[in-house]
Structure formats: C-alpha cells, structure tokens
C-alpha cells in the first residue's frame, strides 16, 4: 500500500488521536444591526470546532466535544480587559466524508469530520478599539505537520480559535461580520502527489481575503486555561 496523508479542512491534522477530540475550530461573528441601547451592536457569535467521526468520547482517552462552550469577550487593546463571556448552544452537528479517492490508493479508509457548531447572540457597546472573541480547550489531536506544535500542562497540545472584531480606530462605523469558510469535501492525497484544496470563504461585507499559514494557538489543560494574544491571523482584511 503507497504512503498517504490526511489533510483535513481548518486543520492540517494527522488522524491519530490521544486524549483528544479537536482536529480544527473556528470563531465568527455576524453583524444583526443596532443595539437595545444607543450607541451598542448586537451580533451572532459562532463556533465550528471539527471532531473526528466515529469516536466515543470517554473511551480511549477520547474527550467528549463541549455542548455548551464558553467564548470571552475581550477589549481589543493591551491589556486585554474581559468584556463578558457568553455560553453558545449546540446548533447543528453535520459530517464531512470524503467523496473523491485519489487513484494511487491502494485501499479507501473512512475519512469523516464532524463540524459540531454552535451559536449564541450577545449585544456589544461600539468602541474604538474592537474586541477579541476567543474559545479555548484542551485536548487538539496530535498532529505532526504543524508548525511549533507546543503541549499543554494536560501533556497533550490544547486549542484556542479568535475573532477580531474591529473597532472605530479601524472602520468609522465599527460594524463587521467575519468571513465564513465554506465547508467542502475533505481531500486524501498520497506522498509526493499534488492535489488542490479549496480554501473559499464567503463575506458579508465583501472584504478582500488574504491567506498565510501560522503555527497554531496552544489552548490550555483539562484545568488550565490562558489566552496567547501574540500569534497572527488566518484572514485580514485589505
């Protein structure tokens, strides 16, 4: 059998798991329109954080998905005062199974995400400089092609996801909605082959997207959490 990697969306994941559950994750926010109060937005916040199919949590090491994670809210500017937090709900759960087989297989493993998502609406005072949205958890999967991947007290590599939320130093109405990223097909590839993976997004406002890769956040323990605010971003906005 030829030698083969998993690529999965968001993650850039290998498939073995210890003492683990998430492979990717995503933090957004929606811009619904003004506020009870002046001067306040209100937004949907959303979470995605991608679980791989098949496995039982609390067996094997396997931690069980949150159903109902905790996002901080944050002031966009040192030192990153706490805001609030609100607790998302769990709105859907649908699977991701690979749909192509590349020919250089041999064989055609089950390859399948899960994209466990939540949400919740949270009303935010308009501000200069912003907010920054965060999830953080124990328990990523181990995965051997990220960069600087750093363990967490727990022993295994934890998970943090953001939002910026930019304020008025950066747009004069304060007011945006995150690019989305559309869920496709998950891709298998064998060693030394070249393939292509659809990285699109969609955003409301019709910003320009750009992309770059990044070592990935550390999250916490199973009893340690903190917030790493030192690390660049997936999408920015030119």
Not at 131 to 136: E, I, K, S, T
Not at 172 to 196: E, M, P, R, Y
Request: charged share 10%; hydrophobic share 40%.
């Amino acid at each position: 059998m030829k030698k083969f990697l998993f690529i999965a969306l968001f993650s850039l994941a290998a498939s073995n798991i210890f003492a683990s559950h998430i492979v990717g994750g995503e933090v957004a926010y929606i811009y619904l329109g003004p506020g009870s109060q002046p001067g306040t937005s209100r937004y949907t916040v959303m979470l995605r954080l991608f679980t791989e199919c098949g496995q039982i949590c609390g067996i094997n090491g396997v931690a069980c998905p949150p159903t109902s994670p905790l996002i901080g809210i944050f002031v966009n500017a040192s030192p990153y005062n706490r805001v609030t937090d609100i607790t998302l709900s769990l709105i859907g759960n649908p699977q991701l199974r690979l749909g192509f087989y590349p020919p250089c297989l041999d064989n055609r493993p089950e390859v399948c995400y899960q994209v466990n998502t939540y949400s919740a609406q949270v009303e935010l005072a308009d501000n200069v400089q912003g907010y920054r949205l965060a999830y953080q958890t124990c328990c990523r999967a181990a995965s051997l092609n990220v960069t600087s991947n750093a363990n967490s007290i727990s022993g295994v590599p934890g998970a943090a996801y953001e939002a910026v939320m930019p304020g008025t130093n950066v747009l004069a109405s304060g007011h945006n909605s995150t690019a989305l990223v559309n869920l496709k097909d998950t891709a298998l590839i064998c060693h030394n082959s070249a393939f292509v993976l659809e990285f699109g997004a969609f955003d409301p406002d019709g910003d320009s997207l750009s992309y770059h890769f990044i070592s990935a956040y550390d999250g916490g323990s199973l009893h340690h959490h903190r917030m790493p605010w030192d690390r660049m971003h997936l999408f920015t906005i030119r």
